[in-house]
């Protein structure tokens, strides 16, 4: 099974990040320009979906149709709404704010999973809050009626720099990237077991990246999981290991494809068009990428809650 790329936009020499289907059309993070772009699927054609976003990256849609956003320009998850309104959710861990949010995925109870990472674009306005000292995976939702209230949660005690995130289809496992591409740095694709009690479990290793006289293996940023719980992931560049390449990964971790990109530094990936059988690809010189699937074998996508 081959996967054919396509150009739909770009490239626009600035970054485009996170992904998010929305039912006819694919949202695409424009962070530096601060807006949220749309393509079309049935018209072809790419529009601005959203305006002044502060630099939004990872996007996901809960079940009520409310869009998490990580706002990187903020330093906050914020929920964008569909009259065009959007409101913050909790910004403080222990009465510290948190880092900047890359990346995002939402759980069948409206819970928002996201990787909380440092970043060397400074946020908007006065620097008045300093960095936490750790990376992690925090974890950010509602409480129950009649006191529905904003709180977050830390949940990874261990990650060093948190990229991609992402649930197995029954939700039991967490997938996340954790990727420091400077040399000497950690990048590795983690299974977490979510426990009964809400709790994540000590983490399986599931692939990790090299490195030769090159320079490192680029990690994996963007990931995304298939109904069948193959992890779809995005992680290499032109100048050192394989290459641009799409990873499709089976959940014990066994690399069952690989797939070139025709751009450089894929930033996300994510499923999208009617039947949901295609791949959306975001790199970091502002490309959009669709590829559309050739031969017998295929992934069916775990369709949005």
Known sequence: MTWNFELIHGPLGRPLGGLAWDGAGMLASDLNNAAILRFDAAKKALTTWRKYTNRVNGIAFAADGALFACQEGSRRVIQMLPDGSSTATETQLDGCVH????????????????????????????????????????????????????????????????????????EKTLYVADTDNRDGGVRELRAYPRQDDGTLGAPIVLHTFGADRRGVHRGIEGLCVDADGHIIACAGWKKSGPGPLIYVFAPSGAVIETHPLPADVPMNCAFGDSDLSSWYVTTEDGSLLRAQKTGQRGHQVFPQK
Do not use: C, Y
């Open 99 to 170: 880092n900047f949010p890359r990346h995002i995925t939402v759980d069948q109870h409206g819970h928002a999973w996201f990787s909380d990472s440092h970043h060397n674009i400074v946020a908007s306005g006065p620097q008045l809050f300093p960095r936490l000292e750790h990376q992690s995976i925090l974890r950010v939702g509602r409480g129950a009626k009649p006191r529905p209230h904003w709180h977050l949660e830390r949940m990874t005690l261990d990650t060093l720099s948190p990229r991609g995130v992402a649930l197995s289809p029954d």
